[in-house]
Structure formats: structure tokens, C-alpha cells
């Protein structure tokens, strides 16, 4: 029987890391079915992303790097369109597996649909209903353009209903007779894998920060509308500091360099307040394990990051958002996850609530059973034999 060729397409760090379930279970389970050739746009330059990055966390090297860079959205999105249409038509695939809402995501979404190639987007259906966020428009116009559709949760499912994508299909399947279908969450897979892989792997690393189960807050900020804008990112960092001292509650911030730059740059006083406070940890971005670790050990996790907020969840951690909105709104409608945006009494309101709380939050497997890549795998086979 002939192999299936698949191209599984990444932009960035957290797409790679994504794409590695994907990787693990061709390798494990489909290894006889499927010819999996793995494309990295480039498109976000990551000095870590060395052999020590990929030979630590036992992912898949890529087969082509476009390496595209940096740059404004449109001539990002047409440069990596350009040079994955020669990648596509050189290696006729039978599918283009995108995952999630990057300008990767959109730019090879329409270059294999305009040719005629099937695309698979994984987590499709994510919806903030805020179409000032480029990675909406991303995401609605790659869903749109798809031919399998995987949703990873019952509300991104309901999304892509409303949008006119009908269950009842059947094959065969096209861009005008998609296939939907609910598969749980791949970060979930990933997450237990690595959860194990960071044990083994990172056993001294909190020691070393001198850091103790529960007994620490994570925080991780990096979204333009926080860092670009002085007033949220004033707001946000003076509460952190009052909560950290009220509460003798040590914070873990592993900033991202333009959060660095903009509390440096325009507010030297706050940074010097936040980097002079002996309860605040502002430490250099950390390995995707230690990030796991991280978030495993944490007492509470501040974020403005959707997948953070997401693995908050799997490792049964209450979370507060610093947005006006989230993709993930089973988390909110759970109690798990508290949107804040970047007002101090409701960042104060939501400390609180989980801080009295705790003992009585629930976790459900919103996400699935770890399984998701498998599930995702089994109709990719299914669909594109028949």
C-alpha cells in the first residue's frame, strides 16, 4: 500500500512543539502509512532553536526551513506563501497539516487551497470574537480554506457550526464539503509527555531557583496590547508588586525580551521596583520544560498567553488572564480561569477568589483523554484513502 505524504507545517517554537505530537505517534503507530516531511516557515527567529533544543525534548528535526523572519504581517504572510507553494508543488503531498492561527497557519492555508491541496487544520474553530487580533483572522480564514477540520474542545466544535460547517457530511471531502471532527487537545498529549520528560530531565532546576511546590505564582507576559500600551503595562506590574507584598508570595516572572525592553525603556522605575523587590523573579525566558515544570509546581499562574492558560488548566492550577477575552471560554465558564484584562481590582478580585477558593475549583478533561494525535492520525488515514 502506498504511504500517505503529509507535510506538517510549524512557524514557530510552540507550533514545533505542537507538530511533535503529530511526529511521535506517525513514528509510534503510522509509521507504515504515512510519510510525514516537516516544513518550518521561519517565520519567528528562536536562537534556541538549536540540536540541544530538539535532541532535549526528542522532536523531530525539520526537512526544509524556509527561513522567512521576521517582518510586517503582509510581507511575512506572501513571502511564506511564496516559498511553501515551491515546497508543496516539488512534494505533492496528499494533505498540509497547519495548526492554530499564526501567520504560518494563514500563509500555507491559502497557498496549498489556491492549488488545489488539501489542508488539515488542527485546532480549528477557536474563536475570541475579536477580529482586531490578527490571530482571528488567521484562524477564520484558515478554517475557511480547510478541508478537515479538528476541533479540540465541544465550543470550538459549536464555532465551526455557526459558521455553516455541517457534521453530517460525507465523503468524499473537499474545500466545499469539509470534514469536521472533535478530537480533544494535542497540547494535552503533549503536556503529559513532557510533564514525564521534565521530571526526569529537570529535577534540579526549581532547587536551583530556590523555589518550592505551591509556594510560588507564575507569571509570563508578552502580548503587544500589554506591553505597547503604557497604561495596561504600568497597571499590571504595580499590582503584581502590591499582591506579592501583601500576600509574602514569591513571583516567577519569565519575561519575554519585549516585555524586558518596555519596562526598561519606559518605565526604568517600575522595572527597578519589580527587579529590586527580593519576592519578585524576573529571570530570562526558560526552556519548554522548565516552562512545564513551571507551571506544574506553581501555586497560581498570571498570563496573557492562550496556551498557558490552557496547561494551567491540565495541571490543575487556577489562572488569571490578563485580556478582555479568551479563546478558551469553557475555562472561564468553569471558574478555573478568571479574565481580568488589566484592571488592578479585578486582578485583586481574582487573587482573592482563587486564594479562598482553591480547595473547592474542579478540573474536567475538557481537552480530551492525551490521545488526540492518534485520534487525529486514524481520520487523516481514513479520509485520504478513500
Known amino acids: ?46 536562537r534556541e532553536l538549536s540540536e540541544v533544543f530538539f535532541d532535549e525534548l526528542e522532536i523531530r528535526k525539520p526537512d526544509h526551513n524556509l527561513q522567512v523572519g521576521s517582518g510586517r504581517h503582509g510581507r511575512q504572510t506572501g513571502l511564506i506563501m511564496e516559498r511553501i ?29 489556491k492549488q488545489h491541496y488539501p489542508v488539515v487544520h488542527i485546532e480549528a474553530g477557536m474563536r475570541s470574537f475579536n477580529k482586531t487580533m490578527p490571530e482571528e483572522l488567521n484562524r477564520i480564514t484558515a478554517d475557511h480554506a480547510s478541508t478537515v477540520l479538528f476541533a479540540s474542545t465541544n465550543t470550538a466544535f459549536k464555532n465551526l457550526m455557526t459558521e455553516g460547517f455541517r457534521p453530517e457530511n460525507v465523503a468524499p471531502y473537499d474545500i466545499n464539503n469539509p470534514r469536521i471532527f472533535l478530537t480533544g487537545d494535542i497540547m494535552y498529549d503533549n503536556s503529559l509527555f513532557y510533564a514525564d520528560l521534565a521530571d526526569r530531565k529537570k529535577q534540579d532546576f526549581l532547587g536551583r531557583m530556590g523555589l518550592a511546590e505551591d509556594q510560588f505564582v507564575l ?11 503604557l497604561g495596561r503595562l504600568t497597571a499590571i506590574f504595580n499590582t503584581l508588586i502590591d499582591l506579592a507584598d501583601k500576600n509574602k508570595m514569591v513571583m516567577v516572572m519569565p519575561l519575554h525580551p519585549r516585555t ?61 488572564v490578563l485580556r478582555k477575552e479568551t479563546e478558551w471560554v469553557e475555562l472561564v465558564k468553569n471558574g478555573t480561569v478568571k479574565l481580568a484584562d488589566a484592571d488592578p481590582g479585578r486582578i485583586t478580585e481574582a487573587w482573592e477568589y482563587f486564594e479562598h477558593n482553591k480547595e473547592l475549583l474542579q478540573y474536567p478533561g475538557f481537552y480530551g483523554d492525551g490521545r488526540a494525535a492518534i485520534t487525529i492520525l486514524k481520520e487523516i488515514t481514513e479520509v485520504f484513502r478513500s
Open 1 to 46: 500500500m502506498k504511504k500517505l505524504t503529509v507535510l506538517n507545517i510549524v512557524g514557530a517554537r510552540p507550533q514545533i512543539i505542537k507538530a511533535s505530537a503529530i511526529s511521535r505517534a506517525i513514528a509510534s503507530q503510522f509509521a507504515d502509512e504515512i510519510n510525514e516531511i516537516v516544513v518550518h516557515t521561519g517565520q519567528h527567529y528562536d
Open 85 to 113: 507553494e515551491e515546497v508543496i508543488l516539488n512534494e505533492k503531498p496528499d494533505c498540509v497539516i497547519i495548526y492554530g492561527d499564526t501567520n504560518s497557519t494563514l500563509a500555507a492555508a491559502l497557498a496549498a487551497a
Open 219 to 229: 507569571v509570563t507576559i508578552h502580548r503587544e496590547v500589554n506591553t505597547d500600551d
Open 260 to 320: 524586558i525592553i518596555a519596562l526598561r525603556n519606559k518605565v526604568p522605575e517600575l522595572y527597578g521596583r519589580l527587579t529590586g523587590n527580593n519576592l519578585i523573579r524576573v529571570i530570562p525566558p526558560v526552556s519548554f520544560l522548565e516552562m512545564i515544570l513551571l507551571e506544574k509546581k506553581a501555586r497560581m499562574v498570571i498570563t496573557d498567553s492562550g496556551g498557558v492558560q490552557k496547561e494551567s488548566h491540565f495541571f490543575s492550577k487556577p489562572c488569571i
